[in-house]
Protein backbone atom coordinates (compact mmCIF):
# COMPACT_ATOMS: atom_id res chain seq x y z
CA UNK A 1 0.00 0.00 0.00
CA UNK A 2 2.88 2.15 1.01
CA UNK A 3 4.64 1.76 -2.51
CA UNK A 4 1.19 2.68 -4.84
CA UNK A 5 1.20 6.24 -2.50
CA UNK A 6 4.50 6.73 -3.32
CA UNK A 7 4.31 6.28 -6.61
CA UNK A 8 2.17 9.24 -8.43
CA UNK A 9 1.64 7.38 -11.67
CA UNK A 10 -0.30 4.23 -9.85
CA UNK A 11 -2.98 6.64 -8.91
CA UNK A 12 -3.68 7.27 -12.05
CA UNK A 13 -6.61 5.29 -13.67
CA UNK A 14 -5.33 2.47 -15.97
CA UNK A 15 -7.08 3.51 -19.27
CA UNK A 16 -8.24 -0.25 -19.82
CA UNK A 17 -10.12 0.81 -23.29
CA UNK A 18 -6.95 1.90 -24.81
CA UNK A 19 -4.76 -0.57 -23.52
CA UNK A 20 -7.00 -3.24 -25.62
CA UNK A 21 -7.51 -0.91 -28.77
CA UNK A 22 -3.53 -0.43 -28.89
CA UNK A 23 -3.57 -3.87 -28.41
CA UNK A 24 -5.70 -5.09 -31.11
CA UNK A 25 -3.88 -2.67 -33.56
CA UNK A 26 -0.34 -4.71 -32.46
CA UNK A 27 -2.59 -7.49 -33.09
CA UNK A 28 -3.27 -6.62 -36.77
CA UNK A 29 -0.15 -5.28 -37.31
CA UNK A 30 2.43 -8.22 -36.38
CA UNK A 31 -0.48 -10.63 -37.87
CA UNK A 32 0.29 -8.51 -41.24
CA UNK A 33 4.08 -9.20 -40.62
CA UNK A 34 3.93 -13.16 -39.36
CA UNK A 35 1.82 -13.65 -43.31
CA UNK A 36 5.36 -13.90 -45.00
CA UNK A 37 7.57 -16.29 -42.96
CA UNK A 38 4.16 -18.72 -42.94
CA UNK A 39 4.14 -18.56 -46.53
CA UNK A 40 8.21 -19.16 -46.56
CA UNK A 41 7.54 -22.79 -48.43
CA UNK A 42 5.19 -21.99 -50.86
CA UNK A 43 7.74 -18.57 -52.31
CA UNK A 44 11.10 -20.93 -51.81
CA UNK A 45 8.99 -23.40 -54.36
CA UNK A 46 8.02 -20.76 -56.70
CA UNK A 47 11.31 -18.58 -56.35
CA UNK A 48 13.84 -22.23 -56.44
CA UNK A 49 15.08 -20.25 -52.80
CA UNK A 50 17.85 -21.46 -50.78
CA UNK A 51 17.56 -21.82 -47.18
CA UNK A 52 20.24 -19.16 -47.39
CA UNK A 53 18.03 -16.81 -49.69
CA UNK A 54 15.07 -17.67 -47.06
CA UNK A 55 17.19 -16.26 -44.34
CA UNK A 56 18.33 -13.07 -46.18
CA UNK A 57 14.24 -12.59 -46.65
CA UNK A 58 13.96 -12.34 -43.07
CA UNK A 59 17.17 -10.46 -42.26
CA UNK A 60 16.16 -7.87 -44.66
CA UNK A 61 12.60 -6.91 -43.56
CA UNK A 62 14.15 -7.34 -39.51
CA UNK A 63 17.18 -5.82 -39.99
CA UNK A 64 15.62 -2.35 -41.57
CA UNK A 65 13.16 -2.40 -38.50
CA UNK A 66 16.34 -2.98 -36.10
CA UNK A 67 17.92 0.09 -37.71
CA UNK A 68 14.95 2.63 -37.59
CA UNK A 69 13.09 2.08 -34.45
CA UNK A 70 15.79 3.28 -32.28
CA UNK A 71 16.07 6.65 -34.50
CA UNK A 72 12.24 7.07 -34.58
CA UNK A 73 11.97 6.11 -30.82
CA UNK A 74 14.71 9.05 -29.54
CA UNK A 75 12.54 11.21 -31.97
CA UNK A 76 9.51 10.81 -30.54
CA UNK A 77 10.36 10.83 -27.25
CA UNK A 78 11.02 14.89 -28.18
CA UNK A 79 8.46 15.52 -30.23
CA UNK A 80 5.53 12.81 -30.36
CA UNK A 81 3.47 12.16 -33.59
CA UNK A 82 -0.13 10.13 -32.90
CA UNK A 83 -0.86 9.97 -36.33
CA UNK A 84 2.52 8.88 -37.31
CA UNK A 85 0.78 5.39 -35.81
CA UNK A 86 -1.28 5.27 -38.76
CA UNK A 87 1.30 5.74 -41.43
CA UNK A 88 3.49 2.78 -40.02
CA UNK A 89 0.11 0.78 -40.77
CA UNK A 90 0.40 1.94 -44.54
CA UNK A 91 3.51 1.26 -44.91
CA UNK A 92 2.98 -2.47 -43.82
CA UNK A 93 -0.44 -2.84 -46.09
CA UNK A 94 2.01 -1.05 -48.87
CA UNK A 95 4.81 -3.91 -48.90
CA UNK A 96 2.48 -6.77 -48.14
CA UNK A 97 0.77 -5.78 -51.92
CA UNK A 98 3.99 -5.53 -53.27
CA UNK A 99 4.65 -8.77 -51.89
CA UNK A 100 1.55 -10.46 -53.47
CA UNK A 101 3.20 -9.16 -57.37
CA UNK A 102 6.75 -10.00 -56.88
CA UNK A 103 7.88 -11.90 -59.47
CA UNK A 104 11.66 -12.01 -58.27
CA UNK A 105 13.68 -12.33 -55.01
CA UNK A 106 15.04 -8.79 -55.48
CA UNK A 107 11.14 -7.75 -55.31
CA UNK A 108 10.47 -9.43 -52.17
CA UNK A 109 13.15 -7.88 -50.78
CA UNK A 110 12.17 -4.31 -51.51
CA UNK A 111 8.66 -5.27 -50.51
CA UNK A 112 9.60 -7.05 -47.04
CA UNK A 113 11.69 -3.42 -45.93
CA UNK A 114 8.21 -1.32 -46.69
CA UNK A 115 7.03 -3.84 -44.19
CA UNK A 116 10.41 -3.42 -41.96
CA UNK A 117 9.73 0.52 -42.11
CA UNK A 118 6.06 0.33 -41.27
CA UNK A 119 7.22 -1.90 -38.05
CA UNK A 120 10.03 0.49 -37.24
CA UNK A 121 7.12 3.46 -36.75
CA UNK A 122 5.30 1.51 -34.86
CA UNK A 123 6.35 0.02 -31.87
CA UNK A 124 8.02 2.84 -30.18
CA UNK A 125 4.95 5.36 -30.75
CA UNK A 126 2.75 2.14 -29.67
CA UNK A 127 4.76 1.04 -27.05
CA UNK A 128 4.39 4.88 -25.51
CA UNK A 129 0.69 4.90 -25.96
CA UNK A 130 1.04 1.85 -23.49
CA UNK A 131 2.54 3.17 -21.37
CA UNK A 132 0.84 6.17 -21.02
CA UNK A 133 -2.50 4.21 -20.36
CA UNK A 134 -1.09 1.76 -17.84
CA UNK A 135 -1.84 3.88 -15.02
CA UNK A 136 1.32 2.56 -13.10
CA UNK A 137 0.70 -0.75 -14.12
CA UNK A 138 3.54 -1.02 -16.61
CA UNK A 139 3.84 -4.47 -16.38
CA UNK A 140 0.32 -5.65 -17.16
CA UNK A 141 -0.50 -2.77 -20.10
CA UNK A 142 2.88 -3.75 -21.28
CA UNK A 143 1.65 -7.66 -21.51
CA UNK A 144 -2.12 -6.59 -22.74
CA UNK A 145 0.38 -4.74 -25.78
CA UNK A 146 2.29 -7.65 -26.35
CA UNK A 147 -0.25 -10.05 -26.29
CA UNK A 148 -1.99 -8.05 -29.27
CA UNK A 149 1.52 -8.64 -31.08
CA UNK A 150 1.81 -12.35 -30.23
CA UNK A 151 -1.87 -13.00 -30.92
CA UNK A 152 -1.17 -11.67 -34.71
CA UNK A 153 1.86 -13.54 -34.68
CA UNK A 154 -0.28 -16.83 -34.40
CA UNK A 155 -3.40 -15.60 -36.00
CA UNK A 156 -1.56 -15.04 -39.54
CA UNK A 157 0.43 -18.23 -39.95
CA UNK A 158 -3.12 -19.78 -39.76
CA UNK A 159 -4.84 -17.43 -42.11
CA UNK A 160 -2.30 -18.13 -44.32
CA UNK A 161 -2.20 -21.41 -44.68
CA UNK A 162 -5.85 -21.62 -45.53
CA UNK A 163 -6.06 -18.74 -47.60
CA UNK A 164 -2.80 -17.86 -49.31
CA UNK A 165 -1.20 -21.94 -49.16
CA UNK A 166 -3.89 -23.51 -51.06
CA UNK A 167 -4.77 -20.35 -53.36
CA UNK A 168 -0.97 -18.96 -54.15
CA UNK A 169 1.25 -16.00 -54.07
CA UNK A 170 -1.47 -13.22 -55.16
CA UNK A 171 -3.71 -14.13 -52.43
CA UNK A 172 -1.67 -12.12 -49.93
CA UNK A 173 -3.19 -9.18 -51.16
CA UNK A 174 -6.30 -9.57 -49.22
CA UNK A 175 -5.01 -9.05 -46.24
CA UNK A 176 -4.62 -5.09 -47.05
CA UNK A 177 -8.49 -5.21 -45.85
CA UNK A 178 -7.27 -6.14 -42.65
CA UNK A 179 -4.29 -3.33 -42.85
CA UNK A 180 -7.32 -0.93 -43.32
CA UNK A 181 -9.49 -2.21 -40.02
CA UNK A 182 -6.15 -1.57 -38.41
CA UNK A 183 -5.86 1.85 -39.56
CA UNK A 184 -9.25 2.87 -38.36
CA UNK A 185 -8.60 1.45 -34.65
CA UNK A 186 -5.45 3.57 -34.68
CA UNK A 187 -6.85 6.89 -36.15
CA UNK A 188 -9.03 6.04 -32.75
CA UNK A 189 -5.34 6.15 -30.91
CA UNK A 190 -4.25 9.11 -31.89
CA UNK A 191 -7.35 10.86 -31.23
CA UNK A 192 -7.09 9.87 -27.58
CA UNK A 193 -3.09 10.10 -27.92
CA UNK A 194 -3.55 13.88 -28.72
CA UNK A 195 -5.46 14.84 -25.92
CA UNK A 196 -3.89 12.72 -23.63
CA UNK A 197 -0.28 14.79 -24.18
CA UNK A 198 -2.26 18.36 -24.62
CA UNK A 199 -3.54 17.33 -20.84
CA UNK A 200 0.49 16.21 -19.97
CA UNK A 201 1.32 19.35 -21.58
CA UNK A 202 -1.07 21.71 -19.25
CA UNK A 203 0.40 19.78 -16.65
CA UNK A 204 3.76 19.77 -16.64
CA UNK A 205 4.69 20.59 -13.65
CA UNK A 206 3.47 18.05 -11.33
CA UNK A 207 4.66 15.59 -13.67
CA UNK A 208 7.28 13.54 -11.99
CA UNK A 209 9.92 11.01 -13.47
CA UNK A 210 11.07 8.10 -11.09
CA UNK A 211 14.20 7.65 -10.37
CA UNK A 212 16.52 4.97 -8.83
CA UNK A 213 19.73 6.18 -8.25
CA UNK A 214 21.79 3.74 -10.01
CA UNK A 215 24.88 4.44 -11.39
CA UNK A 216 25.55 5.45 -15.01
CA UNK A 217 27.80 2.11 -15.52
CA UNK A 218 25.58 0.18 -13.53
CA UNK A 219 22.70 1.23 -15.65
CA UNK A 220 24.62 0.65 -18.74
CA UNK A 221 26.21 -2.67 -17.51
CA UNK A 222 22.15 -3.89 -16.77
CA UNK A 223 21.11 -2.32 -20.69
CA UNK A 224 24.10 -4.72 -21.81
CA UNK A 225 22.59 -8.08 -19.80
CA UNK A 226 19.34 -7.33 -21.13
CA UNK A 227 20.49 -6.96 -24.18
CA UNK A 228 22.23 -9.98 -24.08
CA UNK A 229 19.30 -12.06 -22.83
CA UNK A 230 17.01 -10.47 -26.08
CA UNK A 231 20.05 -11.88 -28.17
CA UNK A 232 19.36 -15.39 -26.57
CA UNK A 233 15.82 -15.36 -26.48
CA UNK A 234 15.18 -14.12 -30.33
CA UNK A 235 17.68 -15.99 -31.95
CA UNK A 236 16.04 -19.18 -30.78
CA UNK A 237 12.89 -17.65 -31.55
CA UNK A 238 13.94 -16.96 -35.29
CA UNK A 239 15.15 -20.47 -35.26
CA UNK A 240 11.04 -21.42 -34.56
CA UNK A 241 9.47 -18.50 -36.42
CA UNK A 242 11.26 -19.36 -39.76
CA UNK A 243 12.47 -23.12 -40.14
CA UNK A 244 9.82 -24.72 -37.47
CA UNK A 245 7.59 -25.74 -40.47
CA UNK A 246 10.74 -27.33 -42.27
CA UNK A 247 11.94 -29.09 -39.96
CA UNK A 248 8.48 -30.24 -38.99
CA UNK A 249 8.09 -31.53 -42.39
CA UNK A 250 11.44 -32.63 -42.95
CA UNK A 251 11.61 -34.82 -39.96
CA UNK A 252 8.13 -36.24 -39.71
CA UNK A 253 7.31 -35.73 -43.14
CA UNK A 254 3.73 -33.57 -42.78
CA UNK A 255 2.22 -31.10 -45.39
CA UNK A 256 2.97 -27.70 -44.97
CA UNK A 257 -0.72 -26.78 -43.66
CA UNK A 258 -0.40 -29.81 -40.81
CA UNK A 259 3.22 -27.94 -39.48
CA UNK A 260 1.34 -24.28 -39.50
CA UNK A 261 -1.17 -25.67 -37.16
CA UNK A 262 1.99 -26.87 -34.84
CA UNK A 263 3.61 -23.26 -35.43
CA UNK A 264 0.14 -22.03 -34.49
CA UNK A 265 0.31 -23.55 -31.27
CA UNK A 266 3.53 -22.48 -30.73
CA UNK A 267 2.42 -18.95 -31.44
CA UNK A 268 -0.67 -19.22 -29.09
CA UNK A 269 1.24 -20.66 -26.16
CA UNK A 270 3.72 -17.56 -26.81
CA UNK A 271 1.00 -15.00 -26.75
CA UNK A 272 -0.58 -16.85 -23.48
CA UNK A 273 2.65 -16.54 -21.45
CA UNK A 274 3.03 -12.48 -22.62
CA UNK A 275 0.42 -12.00 -20.74
CA UNK A 276 1.28 -13.49 -18.10
CA UNK A 277 4.96 -12.11 -17.48
CA UNK A 278 4.10 -8.78 -17.13
CA UNK A 279 1.79 -8.84 -14.30
CA UNK A 280 3.72 -11.69 -12.52
CA UNK A 281 6.53 -8.80 -12.76
CA UNK A 282 4.41 -6.40 -11.40
CA UNK A 283 3.99 -8.00 -8.47
CA UNK A 284 6.79 -10.41 -7.85
CA UNK A 285 9.64 -8.27 -9.38
CA UNK A 286 10.56 -8.38 -13.10
CA UNK A 287 14.26 -9.61 -12.45
CA UNK A 288 13.16 -13.03 -11.14
CA UNK A 289 10.47 -13.37 -14.97
CA UNK A 290 13.27 -12.71 -16.82
CA UNK A 291 15.33 -15.63 -15.03
CA UNK A 292 12.64 -18.08 -14.91
CA UNK A 293 11.69 -17.19 -18.40
CA UNK A 294 14.64 -17.69 -20.03
CA UNK A 295 16.98 -20.08 -17.96
CA UNK A 296 14.01 -22.20 -17.18
CA UNK A 297 13.58 -23.28 -20.81
CA UNK A 298 16.82 -24.73 -21.49
CA UNK A 299 14.94 -28.26 -20.29
CA UNK A 300 12.71 -28.55 -23.21
CA UNK A 301 14.59 -26.52 -25.74
CA UNK A 302 17.54 -29.13 -25.22
CA UNK A 303 14.88 -32.63 -25.41
CA UNK A 304 13.01 -30.80 -28.57
CA UNK A 305 15.26 -32.01 -31.22
CA UNK A 306 15.45 -36.02 -30.20
CA UNK A 307 11.45 -36.38 -29.14
CA UNK A 308 8.45 -37.72 -31.33
CA UNK A 309 6.35 -35.71 -33.40
CA UNK A 310 3.63 -35.34 -30.31
CA UNK A 311 6.44 -34.31 -27.56
CA UNK A 312 7.72 -32.01 -30.15
CA UNK A 313 3.99 -29.94 -30.27
CA UNK A 314 3.61 -30.55 -26.55
CA UNK A 315 7.58 -29.11 -26.11
CA UNK A 316 7.28 -26.30 -28.24
CA UNK A 317 3.63 -25.10 -26.54
CA UNK A 318 5.80 -25.26 -23.35
CA UNK A 319 8.71 -23.41 -24.40
CA UNK A 320 6.47 -20.69 -26.21
CA UNK A 321 4.73 -20.03 -22.81
CA UNK A 322 7.73 -19.78 -20.76
CA UNK A 323 10.05 -17.72 -23.11
CA UNK A 324 7.45 -15.40 -24.17
CA UNK A 325 6.96 -14.21 -20.59
CA UNK A 326 10.61 -12.63 -20.36
CA UNK A 327 10.00 -9.76 -23.23
CA UNK A 328 7.32 -7.77 -21.17
CA UNK A 329 9.34 -7.68 -17.98
CA UNK A 330 12.59 -6.97 -19.85
CA UNK A 331 11.12 -4.03 -21.62
CA UNK A 332 9.35 -2.42 -18.40
CA UNK A 333 12.83 -3.17 -16.36
CA UNK A 334 14.49 -1.02 -19.48
CA UNK A 335 12.23 1.63 -19.14
CA UNK A 336 12.47 1.60 -15.75
CA UNK A 337 16.39 1.72 -15.96
CA UNK A 338 15.92 4.95 -18.54
CA UNK A 339 13.21 6.72 -16.68
CA UNK A 340 11.41 9.27 -19.33
CA UNK A 341 12.53 7.57 -22.30
CA UNK A 342 10.04 5.39 -22.91
CA UNK A 343 10.35 5.51 -26.83
CA UNK A 344 14.43 5.43 -26.82
CA UNK A 345 14.28 2.01 -24.72
CA UNK A 346 11.43 0.71 -26.92
CA UNK A 347 12.95 1.42 -30.25
CA UNK A 348 16.20 0.02 -29.05
CA UNK A 349 14.83 -3.38 -27.66
CA UNK A 350 12.21 -4.18 -30.29
CA UNK A 351 14.81 -2.72 -32.62
CA UNK A 352 17.51 -5.41 -31.48
CA UNK A 353 14.97 -7.98 -31.26
CA UNK A 354 14.02 -7.47 -34.72
CA UNK A 355 17.59 -7.40 -35.72
CA UNK A 356 18.75 -10.74 -33.89
CA UNK A 357 15.83 -12.23 -35.23
CA UNK A 358 16.58 -11.50 -38.91
CA UNK A 359 20.75 -11.97 -38.47
CA UNK A 360 19.79 -15.35 -36.21
CA UNK A 361 17.77 -16.28 -39.40
CA UNK A 362 20.19 -15.59 -41.84
CA UNK A 363 22.80 -17.24 -39.93
CA UNK A 364 20.26 -20.35 -39.39
CA UNK A 365 20.16 -20.51 -42.88
CA UNK A 366 23.09 -20.83 -43.75
CA UNK A 367 23.77 -23.65 -41.23
CA UNK A 368 21.31 -25.41 -42.27
CA UNK A 369 21.89 -25.44 -46.50
CA UNK A 370 25.48 -26.52 -44.83
CA UNK A 371 24.19 -29.25 -42.56
CA UNK A 372 20.48 -29.68 -42.22
CA UNK A 373 17.16 -28.35 -40.18
CA UNK A 374 17.32 -30.66 -37.47
CA UNK A 375 20.87 -29.84 -36.77
CA UNK A 376 20.22 -25.90 -36.50
CA UNK A 377 17.38 -27.46 -33.81
CA UNK A 378 20.35 -29.03 -31.73
CA UNK A 379 22.68 -26.11 -31.69
CA UNK A 380 19.75 -23.83 -31.25
CA UNK A 381 18.67 -25.99 -27.72
CA UNK A 382 21.77 -23.89 -25.70
CA UNK A 383 21.01 -20.67 -26.25
CA UNK A 384 18.66 -20.17 -23.28
CA UNK A 385 21.79 -21.14 -21.03
CA UNK A 386 22.56 -17.56 -21.45
CA UNK A 387 20.19 -17.11 -18.88
CA UNK A 388 22.17 -17.47 -15.98
CA UNK A 389 23.04 -13.81 -16.67
CA UNK A 390 20.53 -12.50 -15.18
CA UNK A 391 21.57 -13.00 -11.87
CA UNK A 392 24.08 -9.58 -12.37
CA UNK A 393 21.37 -7.38 -12.53
CA UNK A 394 20.08 -5.19 -9.88
CA UNK A 395 16.64 -5.89 -8.27
CA UNK A 396 14.88 -2.68 -8.87
CA UNK A 397 11.84 -3.20 -6.57
CA UNK A 398 14.30 -3.75 -3.73
CA UNK A 399 15.93 -0.38 -4.35
CA UNK A 400 12.80 1.11 -4.48
CA UNK A 401 11.30 -0.05 -1.06
CA UNK A 402 15.02 0.96 0.64
CA UNK A 403 14.39 4.20 -0.84
CA UNK A 404 10.93 4.79 0.25
Known amino acids: MDTIKAN ?15 SFSHLINDLLQAVVPSIYPLLKENFSLSFTQIGIITLTYQMVA ?18 SLIVGMCFTMVGLFFVSIASSFINLLLSVSLIGIGSSIFHPESSRVAHLASGGKRGLAQSIFQLGGNAGSAIGPLLAAFIVI ?11 IIALVGVFALYKIAIWYTAHLSERNANKASHQIETHHLSKNRVIASL ?22 FFLIDKFHITIQQSQVYLFLFSGAVAAGTLIG ?9 KYVIWVSILGVAPFTLMLPYVSLFWVGTLSVIIGLILSSAFSAILVYATELMPGKVGLVAGLFFGFAFGMGGLGSAILGKIADATSIEYVFKICAFLPLIGVITGFL ?3 EKKKKTQE
Open 8 to 22: PDIVKKTTYSILFII
Open 66 to 83: SILQPFVGMYTDKNSKPY
Open 166 to 176: PHGQSYIAWFC
Open 224 to 245: IILLVLIFSKYFYMSSITSYYT
Open 278 to 286: GPIGDRYGR
Open 394 to 396: PNL
